[in-house]
């Protein structure tokens, strides 16, 4: 026996969520570069062959709609109903795609995540009759459970289930995988609200079925399963998925040049043999930068711009690799801190440096008295400006970071500095974007060769500071 059809509920509003859900539908956050509704979508798809598929929308349902179509990128058939009351819960919500179904359907609950699952096997328990199967995963937290719904099964049969229970029997943790047959809309129907939520919960209706015949079963699933209720559930999923993945993943070294001939061939050689590319962009230096850097291995693209910034971005622009990094062409950042920001990548969309750690700075840069303070000043400026989405920064002009490509993707219509000022608009538009970023200390060393463009002494410090705070402040404004 097969089932040809699918249903995602999307319409909830993902309050727990918060804030990355003022914005965005839940269903829509992305995980490595895809959406939660795209990846259970190609579940359906890939996993049971199921292309058409139902989609219960709600919240902000036009960027749903505008975000998959009509399904035909993803190689599906996709229809909308509208649900026009999502805080009546879920269960309630399933009713208005009723007339939809007049046989068994696959539901996969929108804001779920499966990582290296087994849906494929799920046709292995359509021989039997039933009036719903619920995937079950053998599970080691019992929070987990307590946060979902757990099951109790006798005899190959689930008997009974409770939502968010308090008292653990087994091991077994429900998941919002579901085949159901028509008998599930009658159920909810008939099943009461919750005395602790208020609402209809779409396991209790299960329930009422558990308990006549023929019954409900169990799928018992296999590999990670992500519940998406609250930003740190979020967070979690988004680190295993980079994770599983991460050893694959190309990494670009982004170096803005201008004059560098003395420095240049150190920091390739640095960090040339720790990824897969060093892309080297000579802003039309009057040296030998171009020459020194391609004998020491990099790519080297030379080209015309108004500045720093401008470099910077068409690096980004131009590198090849899943993971950009960007570095500055003085040897005053080394490769060593490569590990640790890449690391720490796996659980943030952007990674930057700070050298405001005394310990891991050497005598004689830059980071003096009044550069370091007002590194850190205009750090908690930023903290403060935008102190409901909780940054944490010590320092807005380190240039020595790493982010994901689709974190640059998203970030780079915002950006429009073409000097320094870029360091900063780069960690405010990825807050703006809703992208989550983390500060770690890196080692900062004395440059080789020449002297700062943009701090070499007090005027320049000023000139780039004043830079700085403008496009921080016309950023809050919504001015750039």
Request: hydrophobic share 40%; charged share 25%; proline share 5%.
């Amino acid at each position: 026996m097969t089932i040809t059809r699918g249903l995602i509920p999307a319409a909830g509003r993902g309050l727990r969520a918060y804030p990355k859900t003022v914005q965005t539908p839940k269903v829509l956050l992305e995980i490595d570069g895809k959406s939660l509704i795209e990846r259970n979508i190609e579940l359906l798809r890939d996993g049971l062959g199921i292309r058409d598929i139902t989609l219960i929308v709600g919240h902000l349902r036009e960027q749903i709609q505008a975000a998959l179509g009509d399904g035909s990128r993803l190689g599906v058939s996709l229809r909308y109903v509208v649900c026009s009351r999502p805080e009546e819960g879920l269960a309630r919500g399933l009713l208005v795609a009723r007339e939809l179904f007049d046989g068994p359907f696959v539901t996969i609950l929108g804001d779920e995540l499966y990582l290296n699952s087994n849906h494929h096997r799920l046709p292995e328990c359509l021989d039997a009759d039933y009036d719903a199967i619920c995937g079950v995963l053998p599970h080691a937290d019992l929070h987990q459970i307590k946060r979902n719904y757990s099951v109790v099964i006798e005899g190959g049969r689930i008997t009974s289930l409770t939502e968010k229970p308090t008292r653990i029997e087994n091991d077994y943790l429900g998941c919002g995988t579901y085949v159901f047959t028509p008998r599930i809309f009658a159920a909810i129907e008939s099943t009461p609200p919750s005395p602790r939520s208020g609402k209809v919960e779409l396991t209790d209706a299960i329930n009422r079925l558990a308990q006549g015949a023929p019954g409900v079963r169990p799928f018992f699933l296999e590999g990670e399963y992500f519940n998406i209720n609250t930003r740190d559930d979020y967070n979690l999923a988004h680190f295993w998925f980079r994770d599983a993945g991460f050893a694959a993943k190309r990494v670009s070294v982004v170096i803005p040049a201008f004059n560098e001939e003395h420095s240049i061939a150190y920091v390739v050689r640095d960090f040339l043999p720790l990824v897969h590319e060093v892309l080297v962009v000579d802003n039309s230096s009057s040296d030998r930068t171009a020459a020194v850097a391609a004998a020491a291995g990099a790519r080297v693209a030379t080209v015309k711009l108004t500045g720093y910034g401008d470099t910077i971005r068409y690096g980004l622009d131009h590198a090849t690799g899943d993971i950009l990094v960007v570095v500055e062409a003085d040897f005053s950042f080394r490769a060593r801190d490569l590990s640790k920001l890449l690391e720490y990548l796996k659980d943030a969309d952007m990674v930057v440096g700070t050298r405001t750690t005394r310990e891991l700075v050497e005598q004689g840069t830059n980071m003096r008295g009044p550069v370091r303070w007002g590194n850190v000043v205009v750090a908690k400026l930023v903290e403060l400006l935008w102190w409901n989405l909780q940054p944490r920064f010590t320092d807005v002009g380190c240039t020595y970071r790493a982010l994901w490509r689709d974190a640059y993707q998203a970030i780079r219509p915002l950006l429009r500095g073409v000097g320094p000022e870029l360091s900063p608009e780069m960690m405010v538009a990825a807050l703006q974007a809703r992208k989550r970023i983390i500060e770690v200390p890196v080692s900062y060393h004395r440059r080789i060769g020449g002297e700062s463009k943009h701090s070499a002494n007090y005027y320049r410090i000023s000139r780039t500071a004043l830079r700085m705070l403008r496009t921080i402040l016309l950023k809050r404004l919504g001015a750039c």
